[in-house]
């Protein structure tokens, strides 16, 4: 079966070129264009499309409102946003994310048309695969006698009841690590305000975007929740009940300064996995820096990045938790990591801050 979808955008040229990269992929029929967010609205609910890919800043009638309007209007579209790589393009596209939509994607600068058709299609292929895998999950959990997973090799996974505190291998004040991609700011919308103010850890996030993405969503999930939530600057100590978020386009570790203390550091070194930040840049400094004290958390997101640092964690006595398929956006970063055999426990997301709290209160005494 395809995935139909309509192509949104206020300007011929952009609707085109998205338009001719949707065509090139298999299984993908465009269904219609729109040249702003009424006709998007309209269209939408005459066409049926599965999926919609939104610019979010158009005349008239805009992404975000779009998206305001479709639940109330009962439409059900999947949503890839494109956004201009800017300071209000990356509030928008965070705000759109809260908004329910599946993912975002930069609209590429410069570039004659053949260069921007190639790199539409190279970045919107695995997005589809995942939202394609999605609906199916989705479709499977609403039939009670099917399994999400049925015609696949099952996973070896450990369930939350059997896990649902670990004792941490060394004494000191524990660490939260998370690494997230695809589907993140809604999974950490939830995760984060679950926190309570007095959790007694720092928390390190990992979340793959682009610069001048981050710091809008480090101040949404702040106004949201009780632990305070910001941008990670390079040489700051990490403090408990705090949450440092990895610039995007800028690797994150952590170091230990003279008195032990857990201190933040930045670097532009190249990407591992294909991304900066990288997960397993972020997990390989703690088990560096601090064996034995972390509690690693891989939350929804596409590839494998966190498995390898991960595994780096599990050897000093860390704790390791991975979401669950049926709560993920896209099952990837946590199913590599589940199959790798380095994940104790894995859960539905509103389980997950639970698990956190009473593993960093019981777990590291």
């Known amino acids: ?38 006709l998007a609205l309209s269209r ?36 890839i946003v494109l956004s201009a790589l800017t300071v209000r393009g990356g509030e928008m596209t965070v705000r759109a994310l ?39 999950i989705r479709a499977m959990l609403r039939r009670p006698s099917a399994r999400p997973d049925s015609g696949a090799v099952p996973l070896a996974v450990p369930s939350a009841q059997e896990h649902g505190v670990r ?29 309570p103010h007095d959790l007694g850890a720092p928390v390190l996030i990992v979340q793959h975007m682009p610069a001048m993405f981050t710091q809008p969503l480090a101040a949404s999930l702040d106004r949201k929740s009780a632990i305070r939530v910001k941008e990670a600057e390079d040489g700051e100590t990490a403090r408990p009940n705090c949450a440092y978020l990895a610039p995007g386009g800028r690797h994150m570790k952590v170091a230990s300064s003279p008195r032990g203390e857990i201190i933040v550091r930045l670097s532009d070194d190249p990407p591992e996995n294909g991304c900066r930040p990288s997960v397993d840049y972020l997990f390989r400094s703690a088990a560096l820096e601090f064996p034995g004290r972390s509690i ?27 979401q669950d398929e049926a709560s993920c956006v896209v099952f990837g970063m946590p199913k590599e990591a589940i199959a790798a055999g380095v994940v104790d426990s894995v859960m539905p997301l509103e389980s997950m801050a639970g698990a956190i709290v009473r593993s960093v209160r019981e777990g590291g005494a």
């Open 296 to 322: 690693g958390a891989v939350l929804t997101g596409m590839g494998n990045d966190g498995t390898a640092g991960l595994r780096l964690l599990k050897r000093g006595g860390c704790f390791s938790l991975a």
């Open 98 to 136: 809260e908004l329910g939509a599946f993912d975002f994607l930069t609209k590429p600068e410069g570039g004659g048309p053949t260069e921007n058709l190639v790199h539409l299609r190279d970045r919107l292929l695995p997005m589809i695969r995942a939202f394609e895998r999605r609906r199916e």
């Open 167 to 195: 004792r941490l291998s060394r004494p000191g004040a524990p660490l939260v690590l998370i690494g997230v991609s695809t589907g993140g700011p809604g999974a950490l919308a939830k995760l984060l305000p679950a926190l």
């Open 1 to 38: 079966m395809s995935i139909r979808v309509l192509v949104v955008d206020d300007t011929v040229v952009f609707r085109r070129v998205i338009s001719d990269a949707l065509t090139a992929l298999p299984g993908v029929e465009v269904v219609g264009t729109a040249a702003n967010g009424r």
């Open 44 to 79: 939408i609910a005459a066409l049926q499309p599965d999926l919609v890919t939104l610019d979010i800043e158009m005349p008239e009638m805009n992404g975000i409102e779009v998206l305001e309007a479709m639940g109330p209007a009962g439409l059900k579209a999947g949503v």
